[in-house]
């Protein structure tokens, strides 16, 4: 059990730019879980996958927010046209059945500032 | 949807000392779980303990306990005998609903003092 891993950690860009961010959940879980995380708040939800399937998205979500899991394996998460608002820590967390409760394992995030 | 509010946004503490961390919590679910997560500086996000709401039995992980009173909606966190290592942002999570999705509060920034 390797954990859930982010790339890149950090990511600088420019205003207009679009931006992608990779995650690879713990083999087997089948739930993965996307949320923003700005400065001073606790994270919020963005999205979620169960398998390959997305299931809800977040109204934080706008249009120039996608996110896909192919093969229900690791899933991207694209900013397109980025803006100043978008500068966050964006999480991923992946879980699977455990008992009763559905319990999320974090990654470490990709910080992303858009200048 | 839930909501959760933590009221206190740094505490502090002498080590070996014990700490309460406060929260309230509100959820239209009948069905939910309660969680404080911890977040050290520049590190990830870590589970620190668990309760389920149907258990009226509060939850216990070594030196970290909770009290969870289901009919006022509080979930405080007591961390006993704090060490050095404790010192993170510590955030009260709720998770409801069949997405299972966290609704997390706004966090408590914990110090731990030598």
């Known amino acids: 059990d390797t954990g859930v891993s982010q790339n890149p950690r950090h990511k600088i860009t420019k205003r207009g730019q679009n931006v992608t961010f990779r995650c690879d959940p713990i083999s087997e879980h089948n739930r993965l879980y996307w949320y923003r995380q700005t400065l001073g708040q606790g994270p919020e939800f963005l999205t979620y996958f169960q398998n390959e399937a997305q299931l809800e998205k977040s109204r934080l979500l706008s249009d120039r927010f996608s996110a896909e899991r192919p093969k229900g394996s690791f899933s991207t998460l694209e900013i397109q046209r980025t803006e100043q608002g978008d500068s966050a820590m964006y999480l991923c967390?992946?879980?699977?059945?455990?008992?009763?409760?559905?319990?999320?394992?974090f990654g470490p995030g990709t910080r992303l500032t858009v200048t | 949807a839930q909501t959760v509010t933590q009221s206190q946004p740094e505490m502090s503490v002498q080590e070996a000392e014990t700490v309460t961390l406060s929260c309230t919590y509100d959820t239209s679910e009948s069905d939910y779980y309660l969680f404080w997560y911890k977040q050290p500086p520049s590190r990830q996000m870590i589970l620190v303990i668990r309760?389920?709401?149907?258990?009226?039995q509060n939850a216990t992980e070594n030196r970290f306990s909770v009290n969870f009173q289901k009919a006022a909606k509080s979930f405080s966190l007591k961390i006993s005998d704090s060490q050095l290592g404790d010192a993170a942002m510590y955030f009260c999570?709720?998770?409801?609903?069949?997405?299972?999705?966290?609704?997390f509060g706004k966090g408590t920034l914990l110090t731990v003092n030598p």
């Open positions: 309760q389920e709401a149907y258990k009226q």
């Open positions: 967390a992946s879980s699977s059945r455990r008992g009763p409760v559905y319990e999320q394992y």
């Open positions: 999570v709720c998770l409801g609903g069949s997405n299972y999705k966290l609704t």
